[in-house]
């Protein structure tokens, strides 16, 4: 997808979120639609449906995980008439990835009501214009340059210094679509390679963090603004594998952290939540990582661990209900399961517990519904509510289920 093309545009046209005095208030039994129905559309219509409301997700797999627990329209997700038929069907659209096409956005938003807007997307697809969204909202990034050429890509390592981190600016997840230059020798290679995505290309500066932390925030339609607790983020082969609430920093750099997070919503001007990841460094420092404009893996320990999970609050968010408060209850754990781990986590979790375990970590499982367990693919999370996360980490380890994962 070509950054700067016609379809980009027109996604930055007409696509201001509602604004607080044009937003409506849609009341339980009104139908929520979707773009996109795996894992993050599923628990949105679970927490969605709980408080009466109808969800139907559109999405290419017939029998993903959102369509099992709500209605579906089957289709790809740059489908006019599908969103046509979806727009038909529905009292308010959301979407669950930020990926969205930007023509279908464009099109609902002439004929339904989407709170979003497009302008939040049209932002976070695009790693360049997400990073001076952040500046301008008064949050730190990276030092970066956008690179257009071999050239350019050496004269900017020579000034930002090695390692330097090479991105596509648009379409990567998990790590992919980047390259770690660590030596001059690596230039010609991280260019050829990145630049076959044929989309422009940021250089980053590598920042030496100490912990990777998120907060979630979360703008209703109405303006009215809340923020969840920070977790600190473990990742393993790029892919998230902990997060750990209350996250171990000291108590400025949590507030720090959720100031940041408000601000960049409020800047925004976004409405639903923007999960923001942060690198913290070891003299205090947060610079902010990326935006994804939708609930986040990183904001699943909300679900049990919260009086209010990053579900339920964004359905109050686009839904203009009041914001449910969101803070924390327990101290939590989340643990991602992948397909190697499906298995022995279903044995582990049906098995009789000893008392011990019993009385110190209550594991509360998730899965997704996905028909095939693949190596790395995210299949549920386990979110294990503890007296405090030693105890939560201790639970994690004594399965013996991730201990690959722990000794990375
Ligand atoms: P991203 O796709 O941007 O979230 O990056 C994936 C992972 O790569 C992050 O979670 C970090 O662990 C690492 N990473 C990305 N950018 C940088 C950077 N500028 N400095 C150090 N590590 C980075």
């Known amino acids: 997808m070509s950054a700067g093309g016609g379809k980009q545009d027109a996604l930055a046209r007409n696509g201001a979120a509602v604004k607080p005095d044009s937003a409506r208030t849609i009341g339980p039994g009104a139908t929520v639609g979707i773009l996109g129905g795996g894992q993050l559309g599923r628990m949105m219509a679970l927490a969605g449906s709980a408080m009466g409301y ?6 290419p797999a017939a029998d993903g995980p959102a369509a099992q627990v709500g209605g579906s329209i089957e289709a ?9 038929r979806l727009a038909g069907r529905c009292d308010v659209i959301t979407y669950e990835f930020e990926n969205v096409d930007a023509d279908v956005a464009a099109m609902l938003m002439e004929q339904s009501y989407v709170p979003q807007g497009s302008d939040l997307l049209y932002t976070t697809q695009h790693r360049l214009r997400e990073k001076r969204a952040v500046e301008a909202a008064g949050a730190k990034v990276a030092p970066y340059a956008e690179i257009r050429s071999e050239q350019e890509l050496r004269d900017e390592v020579n000034r930002l210094g090695l390692p330097a981190v090479l991105k596509t600016a648009t379409g990567g997840y998990d790590g992919k679509g980047q390259w770690v230059i660590r030596s001059e020798e690596e230039i010609p290679a991280a260019y050829a390679e990145l630049a076959k995505a044929g989309t422009e290309l940021v250089l980053e500066q590598f920042i030496r963090f100490s912990k990777e932390l998120s907060v979630i925030a979360a703008r209703s339609s109405h303006g009215e603004v809340r923020v969840f607790p920070p977790a600190e983020n473990i990742h393993v082969d790029n892919i998230l594998h902990l997060s750990i609430v ?5 108590a400025s750099v949590l507030e720090e952290a959720e100031r940041l997070a408000l601000r960049i919503v409020e800047g925004l001007g976004a409405v639903g939540l923007v999960a923001v990841e942060l690198f913290l460094t070891e003299d205090g420092q947060l610079y902010v990582n990326e935006l994804a404009p939708r609930p986040h893996n990183s904001g699943h320990f909300t679900m049990e661990a919260c009086r209010t999970s990053q579900f339920e609050q964004h359905v109050r968010a686009v839904c203009g209900l009041p914001l449910g408060n969101p803070s924390l209850m327990s101290p939590v754990v989340m643990v991602n399961v992948l397909g190697q781990h499906v298995e022995p986590v279903v044995q582990r979790i049906t098995a009789p517990d000893s008392e011990a375990a019993r009385l110190s970590a209550v594991p509360k499982l998730h899965l997704y519904g996905k028909a095939e367990a693949k190596y790395g693919r995210k299949m549920g999370h386990i979110n294990v509510l503890a007296p405090d996360t030693d105890a939560a980490l201790a639970w994690i380890e004594g399965t013996g289920i991730w201990q690959a994962e722990n000794e990375a």
Do not use: L, N
């Open 246 to 250: 209350p996250a171990r920093v000291e």
């Open 54 to 59: 109808r969800f139907v997700a559109m999405d």
């Open 76 to 84: 790809a997700y740059d489908d006019r008439d599908a969103a046509s």
